[in-house]
């Protein structure tokens, strides 16, 4: 039973970890990086409208955001696995999958461009992994 109940904690505290990671990433990115993107974003709900920004972004800007797709999914892979105590990259994999859905919506709600979606694709998984492998690495 603390197995399970374990195994589903590691999982949801990985996922939430990876979170923070990548929106302080992505907030560093508006308001430091790239603060006129943020600014023609803030407010914006037609769907027409933020395709026109997400068309005109930087690619920098886009760039930014998989670098912190890529730390927050090593950083939750580490948190999963220290949680869980696994020796495989199991649990790390789910919260992979899970981020890879997540980065699916969020490119379904925010149109990026097409090499963004073929990133979005490649970069959860592997990422989570590393984040497992290090923490197996260092116990």
Known sequence: MWTILRSVLGVVAGFVVASIVMMIVETVNGKVLYPELGKSAKGVTD??????????????????????????????????????????????????????????????????????????????LPSTSLGARLVRQTA
């Open 47 to 124: 769907r027409e409208e933020i395709k026109k920004i997400m068309d005109s972004a930087p690619t920098g800007a886009l760039v930014v955001v998989l670098i912190g797709w890529v730390l927050g999914s090593i950083a939750g892979g580490a948190v999963t696995t220290r949680i869980c105590r696994c020796q495989t990259n199991r649990h790390a994999l789910i919260l992979g999958c899970m981020l890879t859905l997540a980065g699916i919506v969020n490119n379904l709600m925010l149109p990026p461009p097409f090499w963004f979606w073929i990133a979005t694709l490649v970069v959860f």
